[in-house]
């Protein structure tokens, strides 16, 4: 039978990441949903009642969780951190209000989204500037 082959968590920081990422993603899922459904489940043996304050914040909880993972890659992720800059500058400057735009300008294309520019993204992979996480 053949072994699989052994990762070092060391040989590969990327490697490292992408679990820490998906170890606090699945984290995330699991805390902001199993209450929710517990409850849910105690609710129809008559254990919880359906208009409590503790089922309605699981519910709550349950829902408010949708926003996790953006929040998530954004820690874990600079690129998602500038779309998001992208993003929220984009939206102040439709709401009136002006923000300094970043050094890195990002470039519509012909279907109005923007992207960041990739010379300067792999320039700072390439240079091993971009950000770690410290989770």
């Not at 170890?23 to 609710?43: E, K, Q």
């Not at 800059?85 to 970043?102: A, H, M, Y």
Request: net charge positive; proline share 5%.
């Amino acid at each position: 039978m053949k072994s699989l082959p052994q990762i070092s968590s060391n040989s590969d920081p990327q490697l490292k990441k992408v679990t820490i990422v998906a170890v606090l993603t699945c984290s995330a899922l699991i805390l902001g949903w199993l209450p929710g459904r517990i409850t849910f489940m105690l609710s129809k043996f008559g254990y919880v009642n359906t208009k409590g304050i503790l089922h309605n914040s699981f519910i709550m909880m349950t829902f408010c969780n949708s926003c996790a993972n953006p929040v998530l890659y954004g820690m874990c992720n600079s690129r998602f951190r500038a779309e998001y800059k992208i993003v929220f500058n984009k939206v102040l400057t439709l709401c009136g209000t002006s923000v300094t735009p970043s050094s890195s300008a990002a470039v519509p294309d012909s279907t109005g989204i923007l992207h960041l520019p990739r010379s300067s993204v792999k320039s700072d992979v390439q240079r091993g500037t971009h950000e770690q996480s410290t989770l």
